[in-house]
């Protein structure tokens, strides 16, 4: 546990550029667990998707201060290291849908109460995204398997952009 705060703080240090405040979107209540039932649990959404989360007015930590400063990196590709279940695809989502021109007029509803929304940058809704997801592509059959599946997705990603 020591070398995960030293990870952290050594990524603090050198990319201090990125710390800032951490807003909510709206607060979080305190709930005791021992004030719930055994067999009420909370809800977890593991879609990891930030059109989700929003509609379905789910708490949702403000992430999108970041995105001001990645803008002002002028990068042509950004790495994100972070270990498995730290928000990555959740992120990736909440960039697809500030820039997406196709969410346009869901954009206030997305992003009515975030700090992009009240600091907005030029290019929001701007662009049309192409969102190309393998995550279920098959790599343990047969190479011919994979190929298949492969350009299934494919295909199916570009249906879904096109239309």
Known sequence: ???SYA???????HFFQFQSN???????????????PS?????IYLSGLFEDLRVEDSYYLDKTHFIP????????????????????TLFLTTLSSYYDIK??????????????????IPLASKFLI????????????TYKAFEMNFYRILNSNMNYFMF
Request: include cysteine.
């Open 39 to 43: 067999s009420e649990s909370l809800p």
């Open 22 to 36: 951490v807003s909510f979107s709206k607060p979080l209540p305190i709930i005791s667990t021992e004030s719930l």
């Open 69 to 88: 400063k990645i803008e002002a990196l002028c990068a042509c590709a950004i790495l994100s290291l972070h270990p498995r279940h730290f928000g990555k």
């Open 130 to 141: 192409l969102k190309l997801n393998f995550s279920g592509l098959y790599t343990d059959k």
């Open 1 to 3: 546990m020591r070398n």
């Open 103 to 120: 969410n346009s007029d869901r954009f206030e509803k997305l992003f009515q109460d975030l700090f992009i929304r009240k600091n907005p």
């Open 7 to 13: 990870f952290r703080f050594l990524l603090s240090c």
